[in-house]
């Protein structure tokens, strides 16, 4: 199997409000929120970062930033879903 390098990209959007949050899905939280849409075809609403394997992208929460080391373990997970999509592994239980 050849494992093609490509350029992730990475960046940040802007978090959800709290009170959009409340209003589409009943969970409470303060500004901000560390959440952001996940859009078609994530099987949730909310997260805090998502990944589309298939381009390679992957998107957080902009105030997670402030966040340190819970922000590298949230970059590193969707970095680690990039690697193994791209070996071919199934990612539905991550």
């Known amino acids: 199997m050849k494992l093609c390098l490509t350029t992730f990209k990475v960046s940040a959007e802007p978090d959800v409000t709290a009170l959009d949050l409340l209003v589409a899905t009943g969970m409470e939280r ?14 949730v609403r909310y997260a805090a970062a998502y990944s ?4 390679d992208l992957t998107r957080y929460a902009a105030s997670w930033e402030e966040q340190g080391d819970s922000f590298s373990f949230v970059l590193e ?12 592994y ?3 239980w991550r």
Do not use: K, V
Not at 30 to 43: F, L, V, Y
Not at 78 to 88: C, D, K, P, S, V
């Open 30 to 43: 303060s500004d901000p929120t560390g959440m952001i849409a996940c859009p078609e075809p994530c099987n």
């Open 52 to 55: 589309f394997y298939s381009r």
């Open 77 to 88: 997970h969707e970095f680690e879903n990039q690697i193994l999509a791209a070996l071919g």
């Open 90 to 92: 199934s990612l539905r």
